[in-house]
């Protein structure tokens, strides 16, 4: 199984405020990535870097913003959250390039903002 | 833009039956990775296809890619409860240097036993 941590594993949170979702891995995988999922829906890609102080946007459009100081850590922030933003927000890394190699995925973080 | 269709959203079984999951795309494929993802869990790789017409298989789980690369499927034979789960088809984008996955929606399959 991958090595690769998020917390909280379940965060219910009111409105306006503003929370960091970790992210962690220890096997030295330059690629990053966010995702975000609905119950039983397909996954969106929000977030990926390729590397230290390198980050982009992904597909879907999100109010949330990242940061990759470290190799091994690459946190999700929100700085106000909505319900809208409730959701499954899934943190994957890859040794490669997608495509090349396959994506290990972490437990997920599950968001509900009331 | 370039969408891989999976079919079908859903499928319910009895245990023993056999389920079969189907990604096809209009363009040509590099290659396609499969994950499963448990109920309430994240996805999870199970294999990945690049040759044309590749056929590999994991235990009662035959993956196969078309000849044309343009489609892929994933047979499991005899099901078990254990195989309960959403299976997604994953290829990187024809665009840039295989630097994003197109998903399908998944196929979440129901066994009861």
């Known amino acids: 199984e991958a090595d690769i941590y998020q917390t909280p594993r379940y965060l219910v949170i009111g409105t306006g405020k503003k929370i960091t979702l970790e992210c962690s891995q220890t096997?030295?995988?330059?690629?990053m990535y966010w995702y975000q999922q609905d119950p039983g829906m397909e996954l969106h890609l929000i977030h990926y870097?390729?590397?230290?102080?390198?980050?982009e946007k992904g597909d879907l459009s999100s109010e949330s913003t990242v940061s990759r100081i470290r190799t091994e850590h690459f946190p999700l922030t929100l700085e106000s959250a909505r319900p809208s933003h409730t959701s499954q927000y899934l943190c994957a890394s890859s040794e490669a390039y997608v495509g090349n190699s396959p994506l290990h995925f972490g437990n997920g973080t599950r968001l509900t903002v009331t | 833009g370039q969408q891989v269709m999976q079919i079908p959203q859903y499928q319910h079984v009895q245990e023993g039956e056999d389920f079969t999951t189907y990604c096809n795309s209009s363009?040509?494929?590099?290659?396609i990775q499969w994950y499963k993802q448990r109920p309430g869990g994240h996805p999870v790789f199970l294999i990945q296809?690049?040759?044309s017409g590749e056929v590999k298989k994991q235990k009662r789980l035959t993956f196969q890619f078309g000849e044309a690369k343009k489609n892929s499927s994933l047979h499991i034979t005899a099901t078990q409860t254990t195989d309960v789960g959403t299976y997604f088809c994953?290829?990187?984008?024809?665009?840039?240097?295989?630097?994003?996955?197109?998903w399908g929606l998944g196929t979440s399959l129901a066994v009861n036993p």
């Open positions: 296809l690049v040759k």
């Open positions: 870097s390729y590397g230290v102080n390198s980050t």
């Open positions: 096997m030295g995988h330059d690629k």
């Open positions: 994953a290829s990187p984008t024809n665009a840039g240097n295989n630097r994003k996955l197109i």
């Open positions: 363009t040509t494929l590099s290659n």
